[in-house]
């Protein structure tokens, strides 16, 4: 059941940004602009919640969430309790999608149609899969050169693609 093992890598990606987010050692730091990268790392914490929470839990789940993209990349000096927020809310929009997709509905066709081109829920689930876990590297890395730390998130835990 590919929808239930997309369902697992998702809330495994959010489980790891959120040890990301508890790695930082303050609020400040997660805001910390290093030379030569375009984003902080709550920039991308607060992107990827919206981008969850816009496609997942609007588009798919019909959560009723509004999406303020430019907020996602102009906002700064948030707390990491109020970042926590945002991605518990988009664990809520994950479910709150695969809720509503079944195995069926994967050659179907995407409700959002990007650069012209429609996709189906499949390629679109597996690009979306592809888009989280590439800023999802971005932050590791934000996060290891701010701090000088090489503790590692667990990204890849495969615990977390066990039902439980």
């Known amino acids: ?18 040890r990301e987010l508890a ?18 790392g709550g920039t991308l914490f607060l992107h990827l919640a919206g981008s969850l929470q816009h496609f997942f839990g609007a ?12 907020a996602e990349f102009s906002t700064r000096d948030l707390p990491r309790a ?16 695969f809720a509503n997709i079944r195995d069926v509905d994967l050659e179907e066709p995407f409700p ?19 888009h989280l876990a590439y800023h999802l590297g971005q932050i590791d ?11 590692s998130a667990n990204a890849i835990d495969p615990a977390g693609l066990q039902e439980g």
């Open 112 to 130: 959002v149609v990007f650069a012209d081109e429609p996709f189906s829920n499949r390629l679109t689930l597996l690009q979306f899969s592809s």
């Open 23 to 40: 790695l930082y050692p303050d609020d400040q730091s997660v805001w910390t602009v290093l030379p030569g990268l375009p984003n902080a």
């Open 82 to 97: 109020d970042i926590q927020e945002q991605l518990s809310q988009a664990r809520q929009a994950v479910n709150a999608a």
């Open 141 to 151: 890395f934000h996060r290891r050169a701010v701090t000088q730390q090489h503790t």
């Open 1 to 18: 059941m590919l929808i239930q093992e997309l369902r697992l890598i998702y809330l495994r990606e959010i489980a790891t940004l959120e």
């Open 59 to 70: 588009v798919l789940g019909k959560t009723g969430y509004v999406r303020n993209r430019a």
